[in-house]
């Protein structure tokens, strides 16, 4: 697999700092670099290995995020389903959805959701969140 940390140094991912971020990805190797990284941004990060388990997570605590981060691709709830779950959930969030894999033709139908590659780029997430 790819690597999925972002590149560019720690500098690019300032505008994370204090922000609190939910990290949903299966991939535990992902979500455990992505996860670090974010938080010696200074970023307050929750992360979830499924869609399910941050929709559970949400739904329990009425804690708000800036910013939620998903991957595509996972079992049960894809991370489409996963966001316009969290939307109503989380509704001040910022959302971007993370793949992998550009050719899915399931990521058609989400016009509406912010789409990053990876692996990702301390840029791109900037350009997103920032």
Known sequence: AAP???TGGQGGLDWLKGKRLMLIDDDEAVRTVLAEQ???AGGIVTDYASG???VAAA???QEGFDYILSDFAMP???GLATLRRLATLAPGARTALMTGNADDARLGDCA???VIRKPLSAEALA????
Request: hydrophobic letters at 40%; glycine letters at 4%.
């Open 112 to 114: 509406d959701t912010t």
């Open 59 to 61: 739904e329990r605590k």
């Open 4 to 6: 999925a940390a972002p």
């Open 52 to 54: 399910d388990a941050a």
């Open 76 to 78: 049960g709830l894809d």
């Open 127 to 130: 350009r997103i969140f920032a």
């Open 38 to 40: 974010f938080r010696d």
